[in-house]
């Protein structure tokens, strides 16, 4: 068993489903919504970056093109949609956002946007590959590992080193008394949103290139994937969705390394959510 | 009085009656083929491949004449590659829009449940390019001009321990109906031939991340990988291959025969080698004819899943033609076909009694980006279908 192998696939697996689920815990971390149609802005960032790549060819410019209309569609989700839901008991607000998934999954579908096919994105040799003396790893996953220790670093910084920040963990804590004491509430929610679809956006360009393939219906398997993580690291907690998206990784790359697809990989997810449900509701860093 | 009234009105309109079905027996306006293809869901590709296959093959057959100057018309409906799906639009086919008989341009779990239908309703159905080998078994009125996966399987053993002289083989399967008859059929091969299987897995359809069965496949060393896969995992399996540094050489099947195989795949697709039943470098007229009209008509390049569905319309044509239009004498026509040349993907040789066509089994290897042809399997031992 090669461990070089296993740790790089873990990592790798790891830090796209941190990138995916984090913008999910945010959101939920702030309004406490279920935010499935959080896979849907993957998607369009998918989409948007692989559009923009064809444009131009250049990789950042789509990455960041892709984070822009994500961030926007998903203020446009929260200014639109869940801003009138925000005092119904929660049921309501999730309901709506698997109708919202479902609906943007089949508007995206259609011939004008991204059709029915798979496109190949074919931008993976923008980092270098990097050889170590105990492994090589591959440009592709270079890509995937910076950009996520970039974003981690930069999520750190911005939520214990700024007011916005600060301001966010207020009202994950206590929304009203969050305003009471002048927070701009919806400012924030906004801001929050925009962050979070951002990053989803790029995980969604990060995963097209990474698999060269990009498609209407890839958030079906990350839809549910990215809340068993979020639900396994503590719903809210942005440390908690880290350690989840890792130790969810290393289970399902263990097991297929060691034993094979006893189960289906996407399986091992559910497997562990009936675990984590049944043992620990609040997840391993939650709050009960 | 009055009486006398209603009677007459009674006998008019009975003639009336007698007079309008009898007018049915003129010849109808067309003749009605059903297809159903997967034009949406992970399949799409290869279904919108299949049903323009299908119309490339009704607007040749309508530019000559049709049947017997009677046009065809191609009903198609989309079953999303899903059994239910399939089953309902059979029912469709049969009910509502009362085809003649029917082409199933669409996988093999789908068309296996589809052929029930027909199968029941009396309808003959040709599929395309499903290889599952329940498909004809289900009745009479059920025919394959596609490979079969008994008959693919092996070729693929005679191309890894025959011509490629492979040693230490490792298998990789998709876990459906597909996948496990092909490898069911290449195993049998190479072990009789005393092939050593090193490694042997089934993986989920739709995996995208395969470095971790990757990496254990490259630890026992195998001279070649056959990998049972549609186009997007196929992709996925030969690019991650190449990054996990897998040197065997990896042998594929009709699930690979895509334009969309080789985008996706890029420069990884190199080098790898497919059985599958379009040749792109036959001298056969009609093989050219429908590779260039493909790619000028639809923008795209031919593969092997459209020519399939080509060549049951074809088939059924012929059927049509020579029989007659009624069911019977179709399915009659068909066992009687003998070298059929008009085929993309043929010459047909026959039908056998499970109504499996008999026909030449091509390898293709992608070279500069594109399929050209590495070898042909013709041999009966290896092409005669075991029923």
């Known amino acids: 068993m090669n461990l070089w192998n296993i740790l790089l696939d873990t990592l790798t697996q790891g830090s796209i489903y941190f990138l995916i689920a984090v913008g999910l815990t945010m959101v939920y971390g702030i309004l406490k919504i279920l935010h499935i149609a959080h896979a849907a802005v993957y998607t369009v960032g998918a989409g948007v970056g692989l559009a923009v790549f064809r444009l131009t060819g250049n990789f950042w410019i789509s990455l960041v093109a892709a984070m822009g209309v994500s961030g926007l569609v998903g203020v446009l989700i929260y200014r639109g949609v869940y801003f009138y839901m925000l005092d119904q008991p929660r049921i309501v607000p999730l309901i709506t956002s698997v109708g919202l998934f479902l609906l943007m999954q089949d508007l995206l579908q259609k011939p004008f946007l991204m059709g029915p096919y798979q496109h190949a994105f074919p931008a993976q040799d923008v980092f270098p590959s990097v050889r170590l003396p105990w492994g090589d790893v591959p440009s592709a996953q270079v890509m995937i590992l910076v950009l996520t220790a970039a974003t981690l670093m930069g999520l750190y910084l911005l939520f214990t080193r700024t007011r916005l920040g600060l301001a966010w963990q207020a009202a994950s804590m206590d929304r009203d008394m969050a305003g009471a004491v002048g927070i701009n509430l919806n400012r924030a929610v906004a801001l929050n949103f925009l962050l979070g679809s951002a990053l989803a956006g790029a995980a969604g360009v990060l995963v097209g290139v990474f698999y ?77 | 009085m009055k009486a006398w009234r209603w009677l007459v009105v009674l006998v008019a309109l009975s003639l009336g009656v007698v007079l309008a079905s009898g007018c049915g027996q003129t010849r109808p306006s067309s003749y009605k083929i059903g297809i159903f293809s997967p034009t949406t869901g992970f399949a799409a590709a290869d279904g919108t491949s299949a049903l323009h296959g299908a119309e490339l093959a009704v607007k040749y057959i309508n530019e000559q004449g049709g049947i017997n100057g009677v046009p065809l018309e191609l009903v198609h409906y989309d079953d999303a590659a899903k059994p239910d799906q399939a089953v309902n639009v059979a029912h469709k086919l049969v009910g509502q829009d009362k085809v003649v008989a029917a082409v199933s341009g669409s996988y093999s779990g789908a068309t296996r449940a589809a052929a029930s239908v027909f199968q029941e309703a009396g309808i003959p159905m040709i599929s395309g390019y499903a290889v599952h080998p329940e498909i004809t078994k289900t009745g009479n009125m059920i025919w394959r001009t596609g490979s079969l996966a008994v008959v693919q399987g092996r070729v693929g053993g005679a191309l890894a321990v025959d011509k490629l002289g492979a040693k230490r083989i490792a298998i990789l399967t998709i876990d459906n109906d597909f996948g496990t008859s092909l490898a069911d059929a290449f195993k049998e091969y190479v072990l009789a031939k005393g092939a050593e299987i090193v490694f042997e897995e089934k993986y989920p359809l739709g995996e995208k991340e395969f470095r971790a069965i990757l990496n254990r496949i490259k630890e026992a060393n195998p001279d070649v990988l056959y990998a049972s896969a549609y186009y997007n995992e196929a992709a996925n399996i030969v690019r991650q291959a190449k990054e996990v540094g897998l040197t065997a050489t990896i042998i594929g099947q009709e699930g690979y025969d895509s334009p969309k195989f080789l985008e996706l795949a890029g420069d990884a697709a190199e080098g790898v080698i497919i059985t599958t039943d379009l040749n792109r470098d036959s001298d056969r007229e009609i093989t050219q004819w429908y590779i260039r009209t493909y790619e000028e008509t639809y923008g795209i390049a031919a593969d092997m899943v459209g020519a399939s569905t080509f060549d049951a319309v074809m088939v059924l044509a012929y059927a049509m033609r020579k029989g007659g239009t009624q069911p019977d004498q179709i399915v009659k026509a068909l066992a009687e076909l003998r070298d059929f040349e008009d085929a993309v993907t043929g010459p047909f040789y026959r039908f056998t009694e499970g109504r499996e066509v008999m026909r030449p089994v091509t390898a293709q290897i992608v070279k500069n980006g594109r399929f050209r042809f590495y070898a042909e399997f013709d041999d009966p031992a290896l092409i005669t279908p075991p029923w």
């Open chain 1, 212 to 288: 060269n393939s990009v498609y209407a219906t890839m958030g079906d398997v990350p839809s549910y994937k990215a809340f068993v993580v979020i639900v396994l690291g503590g719903m809210g907690s942005v440390s908690g969705t880290v350690v989840a998206s890792f130790l969810l990784a290393l289970a399902e790359t263990v097991l297929l390394s060691f034993v094979g697809y006893v189960l289906p990989r996407d399986a091992i997810a559910f497997l562990v959510l009936i675990l984590v449900l049944m043992f620990r509701p609040q997840g391993l860093l939650g709050r009960s």
